[in-house]
């Protein structure tokens, strides 16, 4: 059985947020339409309320999964560590 402890970085960040909007992805594409806005609807309450909590991480990412649900947006978005730019995914994935 291979490792699977991945060192925290923002790479390791980003892997994760992309996985869980893959998720997301996955599942809204298994729900009709009714499920689906019910999905989205739920993660924008989600994102609001980390809004008024005042954890802007927490709404970006929800927001995120919300637009994935919604519109079925492409489960991966190579950005940046510091999200103001795409990254070439080969120098963006690490060797585990």
């Not at 059985?1 to 909007?21: H, K, P, Q």
């Not at 499920?35 to 809004?51: C, E, H, I």
């Not at 909590?53 to 560590?81: F, I």
Request: no cysteine; aromatic share 2%; proline share 1%.
């Amino acid at each position: 059985m291979s490792n699977t402890n991945i060192e925290f970085s923002g790479v390791s960040l980003r892997a994760v947020m992309d996985a869980m909007g893959a998720l997301t992805f996955a599942v809204a594409r298994q729900l009709n339409a009714d499920q689906k806005d019910g999905l989205a609807s739920d993660l924008s309450r989600l994102a609001k309320d980390a809004q008024n909590n005042g954890n802007a991480e927490l709404e970006m990412l929800l927001l995120d999964l919300h637009q994935k649900a919604r519109t079925g947006g492409g489960a991966v978005r190579p950005m940046a560590v510091d999200g103001s730019a795409s990254v070439n995914a080969a120098e963006a994935v690490q060797t585990l």
